[in-house]
């Protein structure tokens, strides 16, 4: 099995900064590109932000753009979400996904995290 796992979640006031990181674990071959996505209350689930595999590509939602920056770490299979300037908008649920090849099927499947809140206060 896989497992990705949110941490950096929490209450901040607005124009603050916070620092989301998600951790993949398990039987991991490899793990191809990862991404950030929030879930406002009685929103739809949005594609933040995402990076290649090697790191060498982000792309960002026109929400975000110029405030967050993603990042990975591929020695510790971790991506993080640093998000800086933050918004009432931006408060939502938080989560990572990874596209992974696990070694038991060999095949890449998408994966996701419980999430982590983010709340902005204004």
């Known amino acids: 099995q896989v497992q990705l796992v949110e941490s950096g979640g929490g209450l901040v006031q607005a124009g603050g900064s916070l620092r989301l990181s998600c951790v993949a674990s398990?039987?991991?071959?490899?793990?191809?590109?990862m991404a950030w996505e929030r879930q406002a209350p009685g929103k739809e689930r949005e594609l933040i932000a995402r990076?290649?595999?090697?790191?060498?590509?982000?792309n960002y939602a026109d929400s975000v753009k110029g405030r967050f920056t993603i990042a990975r770490d591929n020695a510790k299979n971790t991506v993080y979400l640093q998000m800086n300037t933050l918004k009432p908008e931006d408060t939502a649920v938080y989560y990572c996904?990874?596209?992974?090849?696990?070694?038991?099927?060999?095949?890449?499947?998408?994966?996701w995290g419980q999430g982590t809140q983010v709340t902005v206060s204004s």
């Open positions: 996904n990874a596209e992974v090849i696990s070694r038991l099927t060999m095949v890449p499947e998408g994966y």
């Open positions: 398990g039987s991991i071959f490899s793990i191809n590109h």
């Open positions: 990076i290649s595999t090697d790191g060498s590509s982000t």
